[in-house]
């Protein structure tokens, strides 16, 4: 083996060894595959180690272990640690995720049970007060403006929008971040501006609310606590839930986050309502015109 350019593995982001180290295409020779093998079963380690140390480990000569560190982009051992930490911050539940179940019945209880959990959570922790001045915010509101992207966020700003408009309410959903930046931009006295981030590091979101905050508009986020976002809002619902180790199960925090929603629309409704029920009777009476044909059937969600 060589140390040129020809003899550098190409098939991975230089600054994501994990991606190498699994050799998930099987481009390492037997040695290499020993070597990487080792690295990964103690990720720590190997992070800290020397290269003597390392080269034990893997019963290889350190020669070998210098040699790998170029194949896999590095300029050196050194610059080999420093990349192998920084891909850790991402890929270590990756490279060894909680063991899972993979039957339909044992994937329905497992899907279930977190959802049901996240929702006992959720019950427990909700600050009520913060929930009471939010739907305060939105009932008195003329014109509610609903700021999330991503999947989940998206999901739950649309849902904000399908609970709102029902009670009579005029509310506009965004998942596009310069559009949320001119809305912001735009807004006058009356708006309400509510925004969802699981993670509470949208930055975008930040930008909207600080410049809305400079202009008098009240915020609203669910969102982390102590996080950017919730820094940034008026009125922060805080939902800080546990997430496990399975990378393949959709998280169950949007279950949470959902119930949220429908406990803020619930006292929206109450606020008023008159309004509510006029709106909600409109709904029904066109759906049972041109749909239904009775009124036993779901609202139309």
Known sequence: MTDTAESLIPWHSPDDLIVALTDVEG???????????SVLADVSFATNASITEIAARAQVSPPTVTRFCRRLGCASFSDF???LAKSTYVGLRYLKPESVTSTAVEVAEDIVTKAQKALFEVHRSLDLVAIEKAAALLSGADMV???????NSSMIVN????RLFRLGIRVSASNDHGMNLMLSA??????VVFGSSFSGRNQELVRCFALLRERAIPTIAITQSDSPVAEA????????????QNIFRATSTRYAYLATIDIIANLVAYADRKRSARVLRAIKEQLIRHRDGDDRQLLGD
């Not at 403006?145 to 999947?151: E, L, M």
């Not at 849902?159 to 399908?162: K, M």
């Not at 735009?186 to 708006?191: L, M, P, R, W, Y």
């Open 27 to 37: 481009k390492l020779s037997a040695l290499e595959r020993k070597l990487a093998d």
């Open 81 to 83: 640690k420093v990349k």
């Open 145 to 151: 403006y609903a700021f999330g992207s991503g999947g």
């Open 159 to 162: 849902e904000l929008q399908n």
């Open 186 to 191: 735009s807004a006058t006295k009356g708006t």
């Open 233 to 244: 809002a008026d009125v922060v619902i805080a939902v800080n839930l546990p997430e496990g």
